[in-house]
């Protein structure tokens, strides 16, 4: 078989192209939605309660009135600190008379106590927001990343 259309292969034979078809692909974005996020604070009043420690110091004055050799020093009578107080006094000799002493006890108590206090959270708000409709295309158009 010889046809006029194309170059004779070695066997003799015309090869006649018919049609030949190809296909790019190419990727486009497409938004489709967005979301939008804000933050809100709000605040409340809540009550607070808790235990405090108070301490109180009371002072007893203990007169004695006795000479004394040496100068006592500060000491401690179980919870109770005793300050002794000294004076000179002027005699035809000098001695030491113990006047007399502070006893310090502390007294330890426990108050309840309510004070309102202001709190503040911060809560998160997602929104959907449509965005508008992609542009239709035909098959046989191109996008401009291609």
């Known amino acids: ?36 996020v804000s933050t809100r604070i709000s605040e409340r009043e809540e009550m607070v309660r808790e235990a405090l420690d108070q301490e109180e110091a009371t002072v007893t004055r203990v007169p004695i009135d006795r000479e004394i050799d040496a100068h006592p020093g500060i000491r401690q009578e179980g919870d109770v600190t005793v300050i002794p107080l000294v004076e000179e006094v002027l005699v035809v000799e000098r001695r030491l008379v113990l006047r007399e002493e502070l006893h310090i006890r502390k007294n330890r108590r426990t108050v309840e106590v309510e004070q309102p206090v202001t709190l503040r959270s911060e809560d998160a708000v997602v929104e959907r927001v449509t965005a508008p409709p992609a542009p239709v295309r035909s098959p046989n158009q191109t996008s401009p990343e291609e």
């Open 1 to 36: 078989m010889t046809a006029d259309n194309g170059p004779p292969s070695d066997e003799g034979d015309v090869v006649i192209p018919l049609h030949d078809e190809s296909v790019t692909v190419g990727k486009q974005r497409v938004e489709r939605s967005r979301v939008r």
